[in-house]
Every structure is written in structure tokens, then in C-alpha cells.
């Protein structure tokens, strides 16, 4: 397990600058799939279209990623299914050697075995992402589509922590999961897991067919969320639903005008995971995303273009580009993300308010937070 945090996570030893250097560097290896999961935004097929990066052309992007220095960004191999890649073991002994730390989410197929994590770890792999989204079978495979996938889910963790890779696990929320978070967390106390992220729909791809929860019911299950975190043998944060840091920040001030007793200085241990990771990592600002065609994005739920590795260096474009360069700067926000004085540690949705509205720039309407115009910025 590499030092000091899960590779996944939005935590990091070595400060930088994230309108410089992405934290984590996404990767659609491929669109092709076994599964149809309700919400999968890649629509993935089960067989790959054509047009996808090359081996060259992967090898490629990997030496590209090397543009960005010290601190290198973590790379985060996805998909679709990254395992129907033949030449997976070949592109992470690669990143190994070039110093890029690189973690997998693979689906819950029977490709994923024991005996494949255990050669990609032994080719420099760091970490594992899975997917849970119920606390049973029937559920869960419901949402993914094919029969078998919890059994899976759940042996792959337990092989994860046999084989010392840090692992990961995504959860999606939604109406239809919602209700399911208490009985999903209780199981993962169980596995071996070092993060928990809790992914806050986001209507694009086959995701559509699902429903978002409102704004109310958001905000309620942020204070659970960080009374879990308090108590959880592992990180709790989100994913696409940054205002946890708001909302952590906030019932610590709380706490702390309810108990004198209580110094500014305990008051980060009190708040458990989800605000010691509160990183202002958003969409396009720490976070970039290349397509399995070499679209450079500013995240996967946020599909704007804004160049190609084929033709563009991607580290200037995570720089440069004028997509980019606006997600890097929240003053430029508009709406209340724009007034809000948790612009800089939180910022909101940008995949959300495009989905919305049409503009990455705009409001994120799963926040219901009216910004305090007379409260002094933070962060």
C-alpha cells in the first residue's frame, strides 16, 4: 500500500498546485463491457467500438502524462471493462516504470479473477475501484444488469485485501439507492475496503433512466454521510457532490459553539474522513478525463472537449485550454456557486450545473445552500 493514502482518494503527501497538475488523471480504456449497468455514463457495449487508443497510442499518452512533473497525477484506469484491454499488463508495467502510480476499476465479469489482480499488482498496479451499489445480490445486479456481479464485487474485495491493494468502493445514490446506504455501509465494514465514495447521480449516458435525489434529501444525507465518516474504519467522501465540505465545515462550527469545551484544533478529528479529504478537487480543476478515443475532458460526467491526444498535449491543455482554465478559477462561476463563499473548497457540480443547464459555469441545483453575502471567503 503505497504512502500515506489510498491512491484513489483526493488525499496526497505532496502539495500542488491543481490548476498546474490533476490529482487524478482518468482513463477510458475502452467502451466494451459485459455488463448494462442502469447508470453507466460510458454507455458501454459489449463489443468495443472502433477508434479507441492504440497500444502505441496509449504507451503515448502514459510518456504525456510525464509532462505534468513532480507531483506525477494518479492514473486511473476505467471503462467500460479496462480487463477486455489485452493489453492491460503491458500499459500498467509501463506507467510503473515511468513513476505514474496507476489503480483499475474493473466490472464484476468473470475476466476479473484472483489470479488477474494478482499479475497486474505484480506489474506495478497500486490500487483497486469496485463498484457496490446494494447490500444484496437481487438489488445490486438489478442496477447492473447482469446476474451474478454482487458475488463477484464482493470476492474481489476480499482478494484486494489478500493481495494488499488498497481498495476502493463507489456507491452510487439515487432515489432508487438511497434508502440502502445504512445497510451498504454496515456490509463494507465487513470487506477490506480504505475508501468509501458515495456518487451522487448524474444524468448522463444510460444513467437518464435513473432519478437524482432532491435537493432536501441531498442536503440530509450530507450530515449522515459526515456522521459516518466520524465513526467509519475508513475514508467516507463523494463524488460529484463536493458541498460535503461545506456541510463538514459547518456542523464543526456548530459542534464547537455547542461545546466550548471542544478546541479549534480537535475539531478536524471530530469531523472524520469527509473533511479531512475535502481537497478542492472538482470537475476539470484535479480532475481530468481521456476518452477512450483520446478526448480530453474535464471529467467522464462532464463531456465538453477540449482537445485530443492524438493532436494536443494534454498537459497544456489541463493548463491552458480555455475550458480549463475557467474550471480552475471559481470567481468565474456563476449563480450562487459563483456568490458562495465555499467557492474555493467546494465549487459544486460543474458536470451537474452542465447537465442542467448547459453551462459548466452555472449553479449546481443538487445544492440548496443560499451563499451569505456578508460571510468572508473560505479557504
Known amino acids: 500500500m503505497p504512502p500515506p493514502s489510498h491512491p484513489l482518494t483526493t488525499g496526497h503527501s ?3 498546485d491543481f490548476a498546474r497538475t490533476p490529482l487524478n488523471v482518468y482513463w477510458e480504456m475502452t467502451q466494451g463491457c459485459a455488463l448494462a449497468c442502469r447508470h453507466c455514463r460510458a454507455e458501454a457495449m459489449k463489443v468495443a467500438p472502433p477508434g479507441e487508443l492504440s497500444r502505441d497510442e496509449g504507451f503515448a499518452l502514459l510518456r504525456a502524462l510525464t509532462g505534468f512533473g513532480n507531483p506525477l497525477p494518479h492514473l486511473i484506469l476505467t471503462g467500460g471493462d479496462p480487463l477486455q484491454r489485452e493489453d492491460l499488463e503491458d500499459l500498467v508495467a509501463e506507467a510503473a516504470r515511468l513513476g505514474i502510480g496507476t489503480s ?24 483497486l475501484g469496485l463498484s457496490l451499489d446494494a447490500p444484496d445480490a437481487p438489488r445490486h445486479d438489478a442496477i447492473r444488469g447482469v446476474e451474478g456481479t454482487f458475488a463477484i464485487t464482493v470476492e474481489a474485495a476480499r482478494w484486494g485485501g489478500e493481495l494488499g491493494l488498497p481498495l476502493q468502493v463507489n456507491t452510487l445514490v439515487s432515489e432508487e439507492t438511497a434508502g440502502d446506504l445504512p445497510l451498504v455501509f454496515d456490509l463494507l465494514k465487513t470487506l477490506p475496503i480504505s475508501r468509501w465514495s458515495l456518487f451522487f447521480l448524474i444524468a448522463v449516458g444510460r444513467g437518464k433512466v435513473l432519478k437524482p435525489v432532491d435537493s432536501a434529501r441531498a442536503e440530509a444525507l450530507m450530515g449522515w454521510i459526515d456522521e459516518v465518516a466520524a465513526q467509519a474504519p475508513f475514508v467516507v467522501g463523494t463524488t460529484e457532490a463536493p458541498w460535503i465540505r461545506r456541510v463538514a465545515r459547518e456542523r464543526r462550527r456548530h459542534e464547537a459553539h455547542a461545546d466550548h469545551a471542544a478546541s479549534a484544533a480537535a475539531m478536524p478529528s471530530r469531523s472524520g474522513a469527509a ?14 478525463f481521456v476518452s477512450s478515443t483520446g478526448s480530453i475532458y474535464p471529467s467522464g460526467f462532464l463531456p465538453i472537449p477540449a482537445g485530443n491526444v492524438r493532436a494536443e498535449n494534454l498537459v497544456e491543455v489541463y493548463r491552458s485550454s480555455p475550458l480549463f482554465e475557467a474550471l480552475h ?3 468565474r462561476f456563476r449563480g450562487r456557486c459563483g456568490r458562495c463563499e465555499y467557492r474555493r473548497v467546494c465549487g459544486g457540480s460543474r458536470a451537474r450545473a452542465y447537465a442542467f443547464t448547459g453551462d459548466p459555469l452555472e449553479t449546481d441545483p443538487l445544492c440548496a445552500y443560499e451563499p451569505d453575502a456578508h460571510a468572508p471567503l473560505v479557504g
Not at 464484476?108 to 505484480?122: E, F, I, N
Not at 473533511?275 to 481530468?288: E, I, Q, S, T, Y
Open 14 to 16: 505532496v502539495p500542488r
Open 104 to 127: 483499475i476499476t474493473p466490472a464484476a465479469t468473470p475476466r476479473l479473477t484472483r489470479d488477474v489482480l494478482a499479475r497486474l499488482k505484480g506489474r506495478g498496479l497500486l490500487g
Open 275 to 288: 473533511a479531512r479529504g475535502g481537497l478542492p478537487v472538482r470537475d476539470g480543476h484535479g480532475v481530468m
Open 329 to 331: 478559477h471559481p470567481e
